[in-house]
């Protein structure tokens, strides 16, 4: 079994780092794979549909660690969520929704366990790693109380919006590839992009849009920049037009 | 036991993977744990008082790789520092006082070891990795010296200045939290800040003083970036007013 | 044994941590140190230079899965090229050519394989870190044909260009340090710059050349960035001129 980890905490340092070992204190054994640090910042409803599409490819059987926790401290829950096998922890924001939404068996539960000496601050250390660790350990069910989700009957399937910057500036929407979009055109910030099938197949700078290795709508540029060259930021809407039109 | 590594060399590349090379070369079992990548730029005193409140959390038996050295390759001393358990390795440059300060029983050596092919620029890869592998393994006592440190009786318990930025923009300082700072304004950069108890107790983008979750005093802003929004750098003074003042 | 990854794919998220996903999948046991993720964008020839360095002080066999690939989805070949021991894994693109001008012995193959749902965007997740999974589980030979590698006779062994910036600033050249150099200035977007041992015996934010710890002509300022004060960027040309000229 495989423990991921996504957060909004960045890699440098030092959140992450001791995440690690918050889990190395529970069962050293545990192996750990960085998914993603980061996701966009203290923005758990476009976190919740990059976390869905990514965790949708992982294993089976794996525990999440997923924290993009801006209420932290405030009186949003701690949860663990079983979806389809694999088991998420994180807070009672958003963030676990949509992966709940697109899987067929899923199961709630809160955390009943807090440590002594568990900051305000940083749930992600004193909280959610152990948990996460635990849950790994088969140890974690003493310390597990059923939960009822709220909100989810509002929570869209797909996020018509631009969820996630990449490295190299590609953007990433909310909406899940399906083969009605094909030949379709795609509305941005007032640009209107083609599909493309590979990068290699536009000329360099052109930007395009096609399905991302992760399944979902993704605006892109030919070796360069997509981000800057159309302005883009998270949030920006994404809409179709029939050529047609 | 777990090797925790502290350095501003950057986490992309390729220092750090090179670290991790020369400890897989004498020992391929160590676990490592990246604790924090971006210190702050050449500056060990800023580093030192970070590194301490981290260490401060880390288990008792720990080895910390530490490298911050702007020095690397003239006349600085290599040093092992043993401080109430754990073992530090890094270059005699202030890194490690503050650790040494804070700690009840510590020991001080001078790696009495060099490779052939030492570089002059990559202590960290050449020296202090090997060593740091070698004192994890039980195989380090033929290369130290006994050492004797030099310039801690000047050095300050606490330092009243911003000494890091994490991810989000909040801004470390060297202070650690004690109660009797409960209640009083803190000053910096012509800004008065009130404390706060969480980040979500005040209204989005207000910025605040908190004990963050390493025990030092942190300004921060409530899902908004602190260090752009009051204009800080590294080394700005933090300073503190009664609110009857 | 040991497998490094030398990638363009940024080390935040979400590629790399998918790459480990995918070598998980063939072989849990396989150690892995990430050497590299912020190679430069797009440009496998700059790419190669710095990889052939970087390779070149590696355990002697050690696979590297080494991924620059703006032309994913095309027509280039996917290789494994066999180089004095070490395999590298990774596009027909040019960046394995310098490693290859570099060693004694050389095999190059071609990977004989995809999986069904290969993506046309990430071949990194979806065949090369299979196939470097294999070849470190000695599982790769029925995937794998002998290849006859093109252009190599048109490749310089050093590239007198900038190659690579580090999180410092420190701008990396592609040409390998030789007594020659000694005593040479190194002239660079109409600066001239002199030889210099080390950072430390220079005034602060003076500009340097040196041989770095890769063996490269590197140029650098004490405790500034070289990058940001002399405005270099990778494809900068380096010249050399005798003090006398």
């Known amino acids: 079994m495989t423990l991921f980890m996504f957060t909004d905490f960045g890699v440098e340092g030092p959140y992450v780092g001791q995440l690690e070992a918050a889990i190395d204190q529970v069962n050293r054994e545990i192996k750990i794979i960085h998914l993603l640090h980061n996701a966009p910042f203290a923005n758990p409803e476009a976190s919740s549909y990059l976390l869905a599409a990514l965790a ?16 932290v401290g405030g009186e949003r829950a701690a949860l663990v969520l079983e979806a389809d096998g694999r088991f998420f922890v994180g807070p009672d924001n958003g963030l676990l929704n949509t992966i709940a939404l697109h899987s067929k068996v899923t199961q709630w539960f809160e955390i009943d366990w807090a440590p002594d000496n568990c900051s305000k601050s940083f749930h992600g250390r004193d909280l959610f790693a152990p948990m996460a660790a635990w849950l790994y350990s088969g140890l974690a069910d003493d310390k597990l109380k059923p939960y009822q989700a709220r909100g989810l009957s509002s929570w869209p399937l797909d996020l018509d919006q631009i969820i996630y910057f990449d490295h190299y500036g590609n953007a990433m929407s909310g909406i899940r590839y399906c083969k009605r979009f094909d030949g379709q055109a795609l509305k941005i910030n007032g640009h209107v992009l083609t599909q493309a099938d590979t990068f290699s197949s536009v000329s360099k700078g052109e930007c395009f849009w096609y399905e991302n290795s992760a399944g979902l709508i993704e605006i892109a540029a030919n070796q360069e920049n997509a981000k800057q060259l159309l302005d883009l930021a998270v949030g920006d809407a994404v809409a179709w037009s029939r050529d047609d039109s």
Request: proline share 12%.
């Open 56 to 71: 949708g490819q992982l294993p089976g059987d794996c525990i999440v660690l997923a924290v993009v926790d801006p209420g």
